[in-house]
């Protein structure tokens, strides 16, 4: 009944983690930095990626989010690494997979809703086609990578993720001017913010692992994505502090690096394939979803 989680140190993965274990299940964890990810996750098996081959074999499931942070400048260098770290760590993952004795049948593999690229109009759903941005490049060949799993009989889950609202991430940096009293719009406001309780995308993932009626790509975003300036007046209420003051996108660039754009641009996205398989969201709107994590 064991896992292997890659990307385990991160908000969604640490989670996930946390939840397998509670529910009785061993977890193995691939890293690069074995120390580290022993320290945060101690009851974990611990694997440093030379020993790939060894941490797949006889794995139930494998559930991959390794990726370099997108927050930061984009220097080329930093793009290079943002985009290498997701598709030759998939890659690689996947030769092993297809090499290995007991060979895992499920791969549940992360990407982004950078996939659709931007727009204030548009709507998006899995049947839509891929933007041309550096972000929506990244994810194809994020996908891309993780499609050959399947000539070894490996069913494969892709999901889109949304912006996660939970205890880091992206909130925990628009957080300090709000509770500074300084919050308020952010960039233009009429920007869509496709979000996803970080419970919710936790329990997308098991149910993927669990269910294999599960396959194929899926949007992992709450079912009612809001207008940014909807996220801020909802988010002043929940904190109890004004939401008045508008928050220039240069603000936030300097908060977010490059990475801000996601936020600036955003785009409209639906969980069609997600609600169309009957799943239950713990929080599919905003507000309750702000006050479990910040009220």
Same mark, same amino acid.
């Given at each position: 009944m064991t896992v292997l989680v890659t990307g385990a140190t991160g908000l969604i993965g640490s989670r996930l983690v946390t939840q397998l274990q509670s529910r009785g299940e061993p977890v193995r964890v691939l890293t690069r930095n074995p120390s580290r990810a022993q320290q945060l996750l101690p009851q974990a098996q611990v694997f440093p990626w030379p020993r790939l081959a060894e941490a797949v074999e006889g794995c139930r499931g494998v559930v991959n989010l390794a990726?370099?942070?997108?927050?930061?400048?984009?220097?080329?260098?930093?793009?290079?690494?943002?985009?290498?770290? @997701?598709?030759?760590?998939?890659? @690689? $993952?996947?030769?092993?997979?297809?090499?290995?004795a007991a060979r895992p049948p499920v791969l549940?593999?992360?990407s982004a809703i950078g996939y659709y690229g931007a727009s204030e109009t548009a709507v998006f759903t899995e049947d839509s086609p891929p %933007?041309? !941005?550096f972000l929506a490049q990244v994810c194809q060949d994020w996908e891309r990578a993780a499609q050959p799993v399947q000539?070894?009989? /490996?069913?494969?889950?892709?999901?889109?993720?949304?912006? /996660?609202?939970?205890?880091?991430?992206? $909130?925990? @940096?628009?957080?300090?001017?709000?509770?500074?009293?300084?919050?308020?719009?952010?960039? *233009? %406001? @009429?920007?869509?913010?496709?979000?996803?309780?970080?419970?919710?995308?936790?329990?997308?993932?098991?149910?993927? $692992? !669990?269910?294999?009626s599960w396959s194929g790509v899926y949007n992992a975003t709450a079912p009612q994505? /809001?207008?940014m300036?909807? $996220?801020?007046?909802?988010?002043?209420?929940?904190?109890?502090?004004? *939401?008045?003051?508008?928050?220039p996108g240069i603000v936030l660039e300097l908060l977010l690096g490059d990475a801000a754009?996601?936020?600036?641009?955003?785009?409209?996205?639906l969980p069609q394939r997600v609600q169309a398989m009957g799943f239950t969201y713990q929080y599919p709107t905003l507000a309750p979803a702000l006050q479990a994590i910040v009220g």
């Open positions: 990726g370099e942070p997108i927050i930061g400048r984009w220097t080329p260098a930093r793009k290079q690494a943002i985009r290498e770290s @997701r598709t030759q760590g998939t890659q @690689r $993952l996947v030769q092993a997979m297809a090499q290995a549940v593999n992360a %933007g041309q !941005d000539d070894c009989g /490996v069913r494969l889950v892709i999901f889109r993720i949304g912006i /996660v609202l939970g205890t880091g991430g992206a $909130l925990a @940096r628009i957080l300090p001017p709000f509770r500074a009293f300084l919050g308020g719009p952010i960039g *233009s %406001g @009429r920007q869509w913010f496709a979000w996803i309780h970080q419970d919710d995308m936790v329990n997308l993932l098991v149910t993927a $692992l !669990d269910n294999e994505p /809001v207008r300036a909807e $996220l801020c007046q909802t988010l002043g209420q929940v904190l109890q502090r004004p *939401s008045w003051l508008p928050v754009q996601v936020i600036l641009t955003g785009q409209q996205v």
